[in-house]
């Protein structure tokens, strides 16, 4: 994983991706003490940074493999993206999702093209299923995070990045990252680390769900006790990748943990003062710029809104408690 | 009134304003039954295209008009965007608001900076309130709309359609555009006349405040019989403008009518598929996209969503009605 590759995938995705803008609000500032800048990949094609690695990823593939059609794994957002690419280059997608995803995600992803497989978390062996399919159909396995070219698509975030700080006169200062499996977060860093090494990638996950940080705290993978059970299903994965975590271990600063109510709160601000949607796992970064600004270095800081979809239930909470 | 003052607005925005990008979905696309593309000025500066009339009327001051101060009457948007233009050359701003105005518009201008006057629609003449405090204290009336400063800062927004659209392959159609006193539609009519003229700007309105549409029809200015009892509060007013008037009526097609419910829908549509927030008023021309094909020429439509500036309890409504 270097620079080059990130580079190469930034130029396929050139004409097909929504290059989104920094925002900025004079209110989030005042919350954070410090200048807020977001990204917010919430206003990305399928609403969320996936469509970068999903693009990437299919057009990686030679002709073979895209006659064949590709398989993924995801709880969502990773679907909608590979669906959208895979449709995009006449490609077959496959998906294997949870039976309790988002219903939103499930209905987007199929409304995209693709053919999902559902699957229930507490009986059923995804990555058995996941097999099974692959070698029936000869079929490329996608995987969320742990994929070269997945990695080098969503670090075309960290080049944008890269260049929209340095327009804003921002060279130095933490990145906060909505940290999964860590495929954005590992990007994110490679391109920061050639383009702008003054700028500190940070994951953030939430409370529960803290694998990065205790994994970049102890110096070796750890997991997490749990796999469900918080509304920021787009964020929680099992353990760090064995490609993401070196890569992050190398370049990121401590991991940072906020609660569900800190998300809430933070999808409340980012509708009344940025006026974008985002999910609760795709506000955890903003959540974290905003309410841990003492673990935070740096005149201003970069959050990366990661997603958007959100099942309007979850959203009417966040504006009932906070709105 | 010509594209030259546009382009000299254009021009002193540049590097303060936000370009906003277009976003669609092919989700919006099946509804309208041809290509939607959205311009969000929900994203611009204090989440309207009201930000680039002010900072073009503040820029357009000499050093003496700025040392005295600016008045401006707003129900919340054109408040919200002098403001924070004043605030930035440190000029002072005083806005005369209805007192019904959405809290949030109220609280928001309060904290940008400005002197906020509040007066009761029912009892209070608004203007001789007006009149009175610019005479005593020489300040410079920035109007929301009838002001050629103003009407070339919001053409911007045409500047920027016109190069979007281009560049999507789009250079017939129509660009539905939200409309109360017509700054906004008169502008973005004079840039497409200039730069993209297969591009038919169209007013849209909502049921009952339709002085716009009523007026194309019948070739002179039309009042509306209120001035109050919509949501959508931000394209509330009392009829044409007599600088905007003739432009809108020399350059854009038949005006389109909505329904409260059909922005509300179009909302919490914008909520699900582009992740942005829209007030009702400036969810209109993308209501008018989505629910009046048979009244809209073109291949491609283009809606300018206007703003975002809404109060949650009327989100909150969209979804519960439409989520």
Redesign the interface.
């Known amino acids: 994983m270097d620079i080059n590759l990130i580079e190469a995938a930034d130029r396929r995705l050139e004409g097909h991706v929504?290059?989104?803008?920094l925002?900025s609000s004079?209110?989030l500032d005042e919350i954070a003490g410090r200048r807020v800048l977001v990204k917010?990949e919430?206003?990305q094609h399928t609403?969320s940074f996936k469509f970068r690695g999903g693009w990437a990823a299919i057009t990686a593939l030679d002709p073979e493999q895209r006659a064949r059609g590709v398989l993924a794994t995801s709880s969502g957002n990773h679907a909608q993206g590979i669906a959208k690419a895979a449709a995009a280059h006449g490609v077959r997608a496959v998906i294997v999702m949870p039976s309790d995803a988002p219903e939103?995600k499930i209905a987007?992803t199929r409304?995209?093209g693709a053919e999902v497989v559902l699957y229930d978390r507490a009986t059923e062996d995804r990555d058995l299923l996941a097999a099974d399919r692959i070698e029936a159909d000869g079929l490329s396995f996608i995987p969320p995070f742990d994929h070269p070219q997945v990695i080098a698509g969503q670090g075309s975030v960290g080049l944008e990045i890269a260049a929209q700080a340095q327009e804003e006169g921002v060279t130095e200062g933490d990145v906060l990252v909505c940290c999964g499996g860590g495929g954005l977060t590992s990007g994110i860093a490679l391109a920061l680390e050639a383009r702008a090494p003054g700028l500190r990638p940070r994951t953030v996950e939430p409370e529960g769900f803290d694998d990065f940080a205790r994994s970049l705290d102890e110096g070796r993978i750890c997991r997490n006790p749990a796999t469900s059970g918080s509304i920021c299903d787009a964020i929680l994965t099992p353990e760090p990748g064995r490609l993401t975590f070196p890569v992050v271990s190398r370049l990121a600063g401590p991991g940072l943990v906020v609660s569900e109510d800190e998300c809430l709160r933070a999808m409340?601000l980012a509708?009344?003062r940025?006026?974008?949607?985002?999910e609760p796992g795709g506000a955890a970064a903003l959540a974290a710029a905003l309410f841990r600004p003492e673990e935070i270095a740096g005149e201003a800081v970069i959050a990366v809104a990661t997603g958007?979809?959100v099942d309007?239930?979850v959203?009417?909470q966040a504006?009932?408690r906070h709105?």
């Open positions: 929504r290059r989104t803008p925002l004079p209110f917010p919430c206003l609403g939103i987007n409304a995209l409340a509708f009344a940025l006026r974008i949607v985002l958007g979809n309007p239930a959203f009417r504006l009932d709105g």
